[in-house]
């Protein structure tokens, strides 16, 4: 999968933009995600569900993946049932 | 205007910002901003740093690129941050791209259609601009209304200056010329750089304010420095809208509850809808105000014009409508809207003095690779204080950090 790909949640409102993939299933709610959303939604897995926020960026703890949230929503990320985690705020930037 | 021999021409729109700034002058009654002209105002940053002027490269530290793409259209990117370059692959859908590589970069520019890389680039938080794009939000908009204050006379007003860069800066530094209390708040992890990469310039702009760092993680902290909003009557912030919101503060509510709270939201693109959003810094807001086209347009070659000029343009205009809040005692929140302010002025400028800004935007396009126009350095009137030197003074409830 290309870097820049949109993912969509069949679990629930969640999209991100692929920054880094290392080949898993990348899954939101529980559910693996794709670019288009399924006709049947998904089930939200409770264990998943701790929710995205817009603009964070969530890694895995080897740093072979990141997503960028574009678009919030109940479940939480994963990658091969994996919890992703948010990554720390960029610094300001220094000039412009 | 030049008296080194080296100097380049005037920067563009600089007359602009003398005018607004007499009226600032005129509606303080401030001698010490009176004293002030634009061409200083746009122009200190860049003769403080010797700036040359770059063409598509931006001035200083060339930061930001105009690159031209498949469709013809021209894509302004900025990359200050490593960590901004890290998104790279993601915007030209590029696994192997060497983002260290501005080449590579310009060459992936021009595989793409702008409007692809434009949409790509905003999702993904990058500062980047179309040269034929039209500012998506007013330059200047009322978001939220709250409650009147009745002030007694010569009222001093406290300004807590969230801002970094220059911009809200430049905005906290013309309040402070006025007259007001300015208390300068940064987070311990995310300071504004400026005072460490740009001292000449943080120095005139921030002068005289007070220094408080304030962990914004923190609930104590947090609950502090809400408590001194409620007892302001000025707040810069130049944060995305939703970075405040998942940090807790919500400026709607605060101004919704606080008697004449003025609230300065300084953004790239507008601070509601879709827009508020995206990332804009100075230089590329220019472009996606149509000043880089306007360049093209009268001197036959396209790039930046003057210094991220859409900063001090709009530290002027936010002081400007800042003062009118609270001049009427009414609480507001106010965004303003850097690309869609340097199009105004942009359009102003043309309406005011058609010939004077052609020749002086041919002027610029034709010194490629001169010096900056000489600005004269302003006069000191304090010193700048240390970070978090006043942090006990303002927030006594919280340990400092």
């Known amino acids: 999968m290309k870097p820049g790909t949109r993912l969509k949640s069949a679990a629930d409102d969640t999209e991100v933009m692929v920054i880094r993939t290392g080949g898993g299933t990348i899954e939101c709610g529980g559910a693996p995600m794709g670019e288009a959303k399924p006709a049947e939604p998904a089930a939200l897995n409770p264990d998943f569900s701790a929710g995205t926020l817009m603009g964070k960026r969530y890694v895995d703890a080897g740093g072979q993946y990141e997503l960028l949230c574009v678009k919030p929503g109940k479940g939480s990320l994963s990658v091969d049932g994996v919890a992703l985690i948010v990554k720390d705020a960029k610094p300001l930037p220094a000039s412009d | ?401």
Request: aromatic content about 6%; some cysteine; hydrophobic content about 45%.
């Open chain 2, 1 to 401: 205007m030049a008296t080194d021999g080296g100097s380049g021409p005037a920067i563009p729109l600089a007359r602009w910002a003398d005018r607004r700034l007499r009226l600032l002058a005129k509606e303080t009654g401030s001698p010490r901003i009176a004293a002030l002209d634009g061409a200083t105002i746009v122009g200190e940053r860049g003769a403080n740093g010797g700036y040359v002027i770059g063409g598509r490269i931006s001035a200083g530290i060339g930061g930001s690129r105009l690159m031209p793409a498949a469709d013809g259209g021209w894509f302004a990117l900025t990359l200050i941050r490593a960590e901004d370059r890290e998104l790279l692959p993601a915007l030209f859908l590029d696994a192997g791209l060497d983002i260290r590589d501005n080449d590579a970069i310009a060459a992936a520019v021009a595989r793409h259609d702008c409007a692809d890389l434009l949409m790509r680039g905003r999702l993904l938080g990058l500062p980047v601009a179309s040269a034929d794009e039209a500012p998506p939000s007013p330059p200047v908009e009322v978001m939220t209304r709250g409650p009147h204050r009745k002030r007694p006379a010569g009222h001093r007003p406290l300004v807590v200056d969230l801002s970094a860069i220059w911009a809200g800066p430049l905005i906290g530094h013309l309040l402070w010329l006025a007259g007001a209390e300015v208390v300068k708040v940064e987070s311990p992890t995310r300071p504004d750089l400026i005072r460490r990469d740009d001292p000449a310039t943080f120095d005139l702009i921030n002068q005289g304010k007070a220094s408080a760092t304030v962990d914004f993680t923190d609930a104590a902290h947090k609950a502090a420095l809400i408590a001194l909003i409620r007892r302001a009557d000025f707040v810069i912030e130049s944060s995305r809208v939703r970075a405040l919101r998942h940090l807790g503060i919500d400026a709607g509510a605060l101004v919704r509850e606080t008697p004449g709270l003025v609230w300065l939201s300084v953004t790239g693109h507008g601070a509601t809808g879709e827009a508020s959003d995206w990332t804009g810094i100075g230089n590329d807001c220019g472009v996606a105000a149509g000043l880089s086209r306007a360049l093209a347009d009268a001197s036959g070659e396209i790039g930046y014009v003057g210094d991220a000029i859409a900063d001090p343009l709009t530290g002027i205009t936010g002081a400007i409508e800042g003062w009118r809040a609270y001049g009427s005692g009414q609480a507001r929140r106010i965004g303003l809207a850097m690309s869609a302010i340097t199009a105004r002025a942009l359009q102003e400028e043309r309406e005011h003095d058609p010939a004077a800004l052609h020749a002086e935007l041919h002027a610029w396009g034709a010194a490629l690779g001169q010096k900056f126009p000489y600005v004269r350095r302003r006069e000191m009137f304090a010193p700048v204080r240390k970070p978090g030197a006043d942090t006990a003074r303002y927030f006594p409830a919280i340990v400092p950090c």
